[in-house]
C-alpha cells in the first residue's frame, strides 16, 4: 500500500469535503447540512488539506490558522468510511502540529461530548480537556475545549 500524502484541497475536492462532513457524525448529530459543511470548507480564513491514499481522497482537515486566543484550531477532521481505523485521522491531526510546531505554543480543538472516539484519539495524541462547554450546539450535548503543547522542532 502506498503512503498517505496530505496537501492543500483543490478546488474540487472542496465540495468532496463539505458531503462527507455533513454526512457523518458528529456533523449529523450537531444537525450540520451540506450547505453549513459547504461554508465551513471553502472559509478563505481556514486552511484545508487532503488526505490521499493511491491519489484518491480520504480524508481531510480544517484548520484556522488564529481560531482560539491568537493560536490554531482544528476545526473539524473527518476520514471517509472505507478508510477508518487505519491511522488516517492520526496523520492529519500530527500534520496540523507540525504545521504549527515552530509558530505557536498551543493548539486547540473541540470534541463532541458523544463522539467519545474521537476524543481518546485526542487524548492518546497528548491532548488535555481545557474547558467545557455546555450545550453549545445542541442540547443535551457539550462541546470540549482541548489543547496540547506545541514543543519547537
Known amino acids: 500500500m502506498q503512503p ?3 496537501g492543500p484541497a483543490q478546488e474540487a475536492e472542496r465540495d468532496w469535503a463539505a458531503h462527507l ?15 453549513d459543511c459547504k461554508k465551513a470548507c471553502t472559509d478563505e480564513s ?4 487532503i ?3 493511491e491519489g ?13 486566543a491568537g493560536s490554531p484550531y482544528i476545526r473539524s477532521v473527518a476520514v471517509a468510511a472505507g478508510y477508518r481505523d487505519r491511522g488516517i485521522g492520526r496523520l492529519l491531526v500530527e500534520f496540523a502540529e507540525n ?3 515552530d509558530k ?3 493548539i486547540f480543538l473541540c470534541v463532541s461530548s458523544f463522539n467519545t472516539k474521537a476524543r481518546a484519539l485526542y487524548e492518546r ?17 457539550s462541546e470540549i475545549l482541548m489543547s496540547k503543547r506545541l514543543v519547537p522542532r
Open 125 to 141: 495524541l497528548g491532548y488535555a480537556a481545557a474547558g467545557e462547554l455546555v450545550d453549545y450546539v445542541i442540547d443535551g450535548a
Open 21 to 35: 462532513m455533513s454526512g457523518s457524525d458528529p456533523w449529523v448529530t450537531l444537525r450540520r447540512g451540506f450547505e
Open 4 to 6: 498517505v500524502t496530505i
Open 46 to 49: 481556514c486552511l484545508l488539506f
Open 56 to 68: 484518491q481522497p480520504c480524508g481531510f482537515i480544517l484548520l484556522h490558522p488564529r481560531g482560539v
Open 99 to 101: 504545521l504549527f510546531r
Open 104 to 106: 505557536a505554543r498551543f
Open 51 to 53: 488526505a490521499r491514499l
